[in-house]
């Protein structure tokens, strides 16, 4: 017999499962059927209490969706005149959110081709460690940060003359940001397969072209989930841009920059502070369910116009 | 597999220690059974001073635990409203609508106790010239559609404040100190827009603190040494009182408001006793020591 042959044991009986790993296994499959399905059952039952609550308060004579949609005037409690209008609440969220993307985006795609691509394993594995510490710090501490520190260092250095405002809530909204878009657009570049770098590498180019030139449009649409994720998060923050934006109810005003250094309030700061206080099924009550409902439709907005776009770039390619 | 292992040792500890938190907290909810645990929760202005009474309560030793919450007493009149407190904790009277809602839902009329008093004070910040103020001006001020908007206009020139604009700070809606404020300075009439409104009465005074050209209200026992806290008058030409314990005591002060408990329903065993100790000298004595006007 050669020495390098190898003896199969072709009687040996095909193996036999007991009854607790059958039984086991279905169930177990059915678990995790359940889970996947609870995702829907949770988006829809979310759904229908929030319209639920909301729905009503069409049938009252105090409210119209035009001064609702298009009004500055917001006055829940007032015992004279009612006014539930949220117009400066829609601008002031969108100015927050939108100084917060324009400010987090390049620093946080930055630090992802940094980790992924520049830097050695040592500092790879400390950076990780410590921008997933970043993203579980608390929304609250990060308010409080905004509320004592970094207001103080806004009235400082731009003369501002109340440090809690859009610049402030948007540096911080941002600095929350960073971790999940960096973590996230770190594994979409980390997603391309090695042999595009090596390929490009036996072609003579340099690491920034590789980057700039290879890797980015590679990983497209796994970056502008992460952005859009960040968008996400910016849009939806609510305990840290309560403390840090100043609560006021008003437009900015001031351009082209005055704006950034007024004080502003957005709708989920709004719906965070008066809910508790709004007695159930009052207007008040069913006007903030509304602005849920509101809110609701942005977040699936900007995720319906990210799966579009991603599939328009998969279409070309 | 060394990058596991560093993250295992970060990792580990920290959740050793929140399994241990979790364990040792545990004992302390257990021995509540019955009603030897109060709910109580309401206004931001009082929240301090029911912290106080809850902790000396501990020391009576009848071994009734009081959980402590704020939120504004909006808050806590509507927890009392659907009937999850024990105590509402408010700085604003409790309004006949919300009284009815009260008694439709839980079916019983809730009860009102005076536990203290409190002056409301105006802040402005250390540096600020201005030394008293009328109802009028607050008015002109604080109300939609008031004139006052500079410091100018009031006749004074606030050191670091370039831009002579008054900045508001107010309360969220959800305070009873908006709602006193409101009803008792400003002769009901709305906010002016704009304002920012703070979620807590101590942050009123940190955001004064800092900001050289604000103005603000809160209780007065949330005055630190670095505000001012203005004299006022309710009608221009009257003399004007600062918030001081006599001045509130004999009533010369102008806005100097009751501090209420609610509960619903005449009360009962430990909440009875827990409410008669708090109006009692011990409970009476945390008052004063908080900053705030005893009953006598």
């Known amino acids: 017999m050669p020495p390098n042959s190898v003896r199969f044991k072709a009687e040996r009986p095909p193996p036999r499962r007991s009854t607790i790993a059958v039984v086991g296994e279905s169930i177990l499959e059915t678990l995790i059927r359940l889970a996947g399905m609870s995702a829907i059952i949770f988006v829809l039952a979310i759904f229908y209490f929030i319209f639920k609550e909301a729905f009503p308060i069409f049938g009252s004579e105090e409210f119209s969706l035009g001064e609702f949609l298009f009004s500055t005037q917001w006055y829940p409690t007032s015992e004279t005149n009612v006014r539930y209008g949220i117009a400066a609440l829609i601008v002031g969220t969108m100015c927050v959110s939108g100084l917060a993307v324009v400010v987090a985006v390049p620093f946080s795609l930055g630090s992802a081709i940094y980790i992924s691509e520049f830097c050695g394993p040592m500092a790879k594995e400390a950076l990780k460690i410590i921008i997933e510490l970043l993203a579980a710090i608390p929304s609250v501490v990060w308010g409080f940060i905004g509320l004592t520190v970094t207001s103080a260092l806004v009235m400082k250095y731009t003369g501002a003359q109340v440090g809690i405002n859009v610049l402030n809530g948007g540096v911080i909204l941002a600095l929350m940001c960073v971790p999940i878009i960096t973590s996230i657009a770190e594994d979409a570049l980390k997603a391309v397969p090695d042999s595009y770098r090596e390929a490009a590498m036996a072609l003579g180019a340099t690491r920034w072209q590789i980057v700039y030139k290879i890797l980015l449009p590679a990983a497209k649409n796994g970056l502008l989930a992460a952005v859009l994720l960040g968008v996400g998060r910016a849009v939806g923050e609510t305990m840290a841009v309560l403390m840090a934006t100043g609560h006021a109810v008003q437009i900015p005003q001031g351009l082209p920059f005055g704006w950034i250094l007024d004080s502003v309030r957005t709708l989920t700061a709004n719906i965070a502070s008066e809910l508790g206080e709004a007695p159930t099924q009052s207007d008040h009550y069913r006007v903030l369910f509304l602005t849920g409902v509101l809110l609701f439709i942005i977040t699936f907005m900007v995720n319906l116009t990210a799966d579009l776009v991603v599939r328009g770039i998969r279409r070309k390619q | ?296």
């Open chain 2, 1 to 296: 597999m060394k990058i596991n292992f560093v993250k295992f040792c970060i990792c580990f500890p920290i959740l050793m220690g929140m399994s241990f938190l979790l364990i040792s907290c545990k004992p302390a909810e257990q021995s509540g059974s019955g009603k030897s645990t109060i709910q109580n929760k309401g206004s931001d202005t009082m929240v301090n001073v029911a912290q106080s009474w809850a902790e000396e309560y501990q020391n009576v030793g009848l071994g009734v635990s009081i959980e402590v919450s704020g939120g504004g007493s909006g808050t806590g009149i509507a927890a009392l409203i659907a009937g999850t407190v024990d105590i509402a904790n408010a700085s604003r009277d409790m309004k006949d609508s919300e009284k009815a809602l009260a008694t439709k839902n839980t079916g019983k009329a809730p009860v009102e106790f005076t536990v203290g008093y409190d002056a409301l004070a105006v802040f402005v910040s250390k540096d600020n010239p201005l030394e008293e103020i009328t109802f009028e001006q607050l008015t002109e001020i604080y109300a939609e559609g008031g004139n006052i908007t500079n410091w100018s206009q009031l006749g004074v020139e606030v050191p670091g404040c370039s831009s002579d604009e008054i900045i508001l700070v107010s309360r969220q809606s959800s305070s009873g100190t908006y709602a006193f404020f409101r009803e008792h300075v400003l002769g009901k009439k709305d906010f002016k827009l704009g304002s920012r409104d703070m979620n807590g009465s101590k942050e009123v005074v940190e955001l004064v603190t800092g900001t050289p050209c604000s103005i603000g209200y809160s209780g007065m026992g949330y005055a630190t040494p670095d505000v001012k806290m203005l004299k006022v008058a309710a009608k221009k030409g009257d003399t004007a009182y600062g918030p001081t314990l006599e001045n509130a005591l004999n009533k010369t002060y102008p806005i100097a408001r009751a501090l209420y408990s609610y509960t619903l329903g005449q009360p009962e065993g430990t909440v009875k006793d827990y409410l008669d100790w708090i109006m009692g000298d011990a409970g009476q004595k945390i008052v004063k020591e908080a900053g705030y006007v005893p009953l006598q």
